[in-house]
């Protein structure tokens, strides 16, 4: 597995550096043997040290999880349990149900300078990007906004083929969008 450790505005020593390589490899072989590779990225903000981790267990899948603390190792730890955490339900949910693999499929959204619409104060909404949206069932959509730590997913769901749209609501459920087509 390949793993990037990147420190920003904190000197990461070669103690850390092995640290974060042998726990994280420990951490990650505990449920995927053949992980894809790992990102690391410790920074200071305002009186903390924030590490956060990125993993890609196996291809198409993205864990991601923050951890903050006084000490940069701790830090690491939080996020790494986190990790580990996301990593085990994930790979329960994959033994328990036998989830279907994700596909994904290319969608762009761009919107043209004669689309722009300035109403009083309101900000002008500029939106030019490329996604890849998964075609797969709303609980594989939801493991998937868990396991990146999404707010909102916009997937096509294999039941009936149209575009539909999970997202985290403020009292922590999970919210589900299925519009229907006249």
Known sequence: MQIQITG????????????????????????????VKADVRIFKERNEA???????????????????????????DVAT??????????KNKMTDYQ???????????????EEKEVVGDAPVIVAEM???LPVCTVSAAVMKM???GLPALMFRNTAHGGLNMVYRR???????VDPKNK
């Open 81 to 90: 349990n986190k990790v580990a955490r996301q990593l085990r339900r994930y």
């Open 99 to 113: 989830a279907e693999p994700v596909e994904m499929v290319a969608a762009a959204v761009i919107e043209s300078d």
């Open 8 to 35: 920003q505005q904190i000197d990461l020593g070669s103690s850390l550096r092995s640290y974060i390589e042998s726990a994280l490899e420990g951490t990650i072989s505990k449920y995927f043997e053949d992980a």
């Open 146 to 148: 868990d396991l990146e």
């Open 130 to 132: 490329q996604a890849e």
């Open 50 to 76: 924030v590490a956060e981790i990125t993993v890609h267990p196996v291809s198409g899948v993205l864990v991601r999880a923050t951890g903050a603390s006084g000490d940069p190792y701790a830090a690491f």
């Open 170 to 176: 403020n009292d922590g459920n999970i919210g589900w």
